[in-house]
């Protein structure tokens, strides 16, 4: 059940951006953004660490300081997100999106506006606060806090090599990712064991799978629809299983993914869990688009742990 709350008055905002979220767009976002928050009397302090480790130290030490900031505000994509929620763990200061990466997940879900920065500053200052769910994955890395999807298997791979690519902007570049990665095997064998559902039993689900996706919001890479019936704030993760199928049934089957189109295919699977974990030979993870390790790894829902600036509506 949504929670949401009128925010205090605003006076300063932590604007952590990303030269690279979405080849540029992140800047250009955060400086139109900056400049609306300065014209509206809201002192601007930015954080654009040169690595991610170097972000979360600098915005850690931020919201340690005697004059904390009111906002914490992401100018940049998921990615940037997912890097940001790391810092703001333990803390009840709100977050702010300002999209400007290449996908946006969270904020269309949320329905901040996209392509307006200074619109998305607005609510920041205008919206209410709402409490979402995040999740954590617990794998070969060190615990991630993620607030869209994370991806296994093929669909890892597919968006580590997306990452990489320099063109096509957008979710084209997802499309042709996969498409290179059709070249090596697809299914591997999967154990997910799903736990934590009030009058439900634990279960054990063993498939040769193409991917497993574990989200808590419907969609990821721009709007594709993997999870299409998550909701933010059930204290729940959805899982969706692509069972193994040819690689020509997998050509047909991501336009309609890449388009935002719910998918309805016999290899196609859903459960929903609080708890859970998957195994697969050398499957790796993709948090929020960003690396995650490698299975096993172990998923948790985090009930209402995300305090979020939303539109006043």
């Known amino acids: 059940m949504t929670d949401s709350t009128a925010p205090q008055p605003i006076r300063s905002v932590l ?3 990303n030269p690279l979220s979405g080849h540029g767009r992140g800047l250009t976002a955060a400086a139109a953004a900056a400049a609306r928050f300065t014209d509206r009397g809201v002192r601007v302090t930015e954080v654009r660490g040169g690595t991610a480790e170097e972000s979360v130290r600098q915005v850690r030490a931020a919201l340690a300081a005697a004059a904390a900031p009111d ?6 994509g998921d990615g940037l997100v997912c890097i940001t929620l790391g810092a703001l763990a333990g803390s009840a200061v709100p977050l702010g999106l300002v ?74 570049r997802y499309t042709l990712a996969a498409l290179a990665e059709m070249a090596s095997g697809l299914a591997v064998p999967y154990r997910i064991e799903l736990s934590g559902v009030p009058g439900q039993s634990d279960a054990v689900v063993e498939i040769e799978a193409v991917m497993v996706a574990v989200g808590n919001t419907r969609s990821y890479g721009g709007g594709m629809l993997i999870c299409p019936d998550a909701v933010l704030d059930d204290g729940l993760l959805d899982v ?23 998918v309805d295919h016999p290899a196609l699977s859903q459960y929903r869990a609080s ?34 600036f939303v539109p006043d509506q």
Do not use: Q
């Open 99 to 172: 999209p400007g990466g290449t996908g946006n997940d969270l904020a269309r879900e949320l329905g901040v506006p996209e392509h307006d920065p200074i619109a998305a500053a607005d609510v920041v200052l205008d919206g209410r606060v709402r409490r979402v769910d995040l999740g954590t994955v617990e794998s070969s890395t060190e615990p991630i806090r993620f607030a869209t999807v994370v991806g296994t298997g093929f669909d890892a791979r597919v968006t580590l090599r997306a990452n990489r690519m320099r063109y096509p902007r957008g979710p084209l």
């Open 71 to 76: 906002a914490v505000v992401c100018a940049g």
């Open 15 to 17: 604007l952590v951006t």
């Open 240 to 262: 969706t299983v692509v069972g193994a199928m040819s690689r020509l049934e997998m050509i047909r089957l991501l336009p309609a993914l890449a388009a935002g189109k719910r």
């Open 275 to 308: 708890t859970i974990v998957a195994t697969a030979p050398g499957a790796p993870a993709t948090a929020d688009g960003e690396p995650a390790g490698v299975l096993p790894a172990t998923f948790r829902a985090l009930p209402g742990a995300l305090p979020v």
